[in-house]
């Protein structure tokens, strides 16, 4: 049997926390869901950042997760869907627009594309 580790999610939009024991290699997301936690989620698939969290303290294992480039996982960012437990975890969720801007800010700050006009090169 594996071993459990305490998980806690605190849920910033809802102004709600939630927190378990669940066993190592366990989904996040998964697991906080079979005992009726309900936290946001889109794709499930690791794709978009509508899960994403901040770490406070632990770690987890999120091999998957294609929606947060490898800069905001140093930064302590992970992806509840893809994120496996591998010890004790506290962590917050994200704004998906905060998490967006980390990400993709310096893309987005150029402005909307206009049909017609020349790409930057720089």
């Known amino acids: 049997m594996a071993?459990?580790?305490?998980i806690t999610i605190h849920d910033?939009?809802?102004?709600?926390?939630?927190?378990a024991e669940l066993p190592e290699g366990e989904l996040v997301?998964?697991?906080?869901?079979?005992?009726?936690?309900?936290?946001?989620?889109s794709c499930r698939n690791g794709c978009c950042t509508?899960?994403?969290?901040?770490?406070?303290?632990?770690t987890v294992e999120q091999r998957?997760?294609?929606?947060?480039s490898h800069s905001l996982r140093q930064q302590g960012y992970a992806l509840l869907c893809v994120a496996r437990v591998v010890g004790p975890l506290e962590?917050?969720?994200?704004?998906?627009?905060?998490?967006?801007?980390l990400q993709f800010g310096r893309s987005f700050a150029?402005?909307?594309l206009r049909p017609g006009l020349p790409l930057d090169d720089d």
């Not at 697991?31 to 989620?41: I, K, M």
């Not at 998957?64 to 947060?68: I, K, P, S, T």
């Open 91 to 101: 962590a917050e969720t994200q704004d998906e627009d905060e998490v967006y801007m």
């Open 12 to 19: 910033r939009q809802r102004g709600v926390s939630h927190s």
């Open 110 to 112: 150029r402005g909307r």
């Open 64 to 68: 998957e997760a294609l929606g947060l």
């Open 29 to 41: 997301l998964q697991g906080l869901e079979a005992l009726g936690q309900a936290l946001p989620f």
């Open 3 to 6: 071993p459990l580790h305490r």
């Open 50 to 58: 509508a899960c994403a969290v901040r770490v406070l303290s632990g």
